[in-house]
């Protein structure tokens, strides 16, 4: 009964190729959220989606894009991929005006 | 903008020894504060939060942390760590709003516990 979960917990990948990170949240909740990690594990985030609309986009470049097919998933699509993609992507969800966000256990990006 | 500040990268304490964490956040209102603690290769989990009412929050694990607004600190304190604490430690801050605004992390805390 995983709360947030992604799929895959590690990619290895090429430089150039499109890639897909699946989450999906099984909490109820209607906002959900892409932060990255980088190899110093600062994180910082990228989305979030609140009823199927993009409230925050902080600065990425525009080979990411997240989908939204319903309100129990957000996935995280990535273009072009660049050496510099490397980190740590994590899903988490919240219910807005509650506060506490809920992670999932995170995929490793390589792209080599 | 909003920030968190973690002063201390790595700190280094003795199994039964007690333990402070410091954070402090930049934030013209009340914010909404967060530790977070991950274990090597796992997601994060929420520790304690603090929205409003009482300053001293307690959290899981035997955790607490305190709330000073005059000193926009938050700081995590543990009477007596176990070995099993040795993890990174991230303190955030987001907006009370109650929009869905994401999260704004400090650089984290790496904890190391000596036997």
């Known amino acids: 009964d995983t709360a947030v979960s992604q799929t895959p917990k590690y990619l290895v990948t090429q430089m150039g190729n499109d890639k897909s990170i699946k989450c999906e949240q099984n909490l109820g909740h209607d906002t959900m959220y892409w932060y990255k990690q980088d190899s110093k594990k600062f994180l910082k985030i990228m989305f979030s989606y609140n009823n199927k609309e993009l409230i925050i986009n902080e600065t990425v470049p525009n080979r990411f894009s997240p989908k939204s097919p319903d309100k129990a998933h957000l996935n995280l699509h990535i273009n072009s991929l660049e050496l510099g993609d490397s980190a740590v992507y994590f899903c988490?969800?919240?219910?807005?005006?509650?506060?506490?966000?809920?992670f999932g256990p995170g995929t490793r990006l390589t792209v080599l | 903008a909003q920030s968190v500040t973690q002063p201390d990268i790595h700190i280094t304490v003795s199994e039964g020894a007690s333990l402070e964490l410091r954070c402090n956040y930049s934030?013209?209102?009340?914010?909404?504060l967060f530790w977070y603690v991950q274990s090597p290769g796992q997601g994060l989990q929420l520790l304690l939060k603090?929205?409003?009412?009482?300053?001293l929050v307690q959290g899981i694990k035997g955790f607490e942390a305190e709330f000073k607004r005059s000193q926009s600190s938050f700081n995590l304190r543990k009477p007596s760590v176990h070995w099993s604490d040795a993890a990174e430690y991230f303190c955030a801050v987001r907006d009370s709003g109650g929009g869905a605004d994401g999260l704004t992390f400090g650089k984290g805390t790496h904890l190391i516990i000596q036997p």
């Open positions: 934030y013209g209102a009340t914010p909404y």
């Open positions: 988490a969800s919240s219910q807005v005006g509650v506060n506490e966000q809920f």
């Open positions: 603090y929205f409003s009412g009482d300053t």
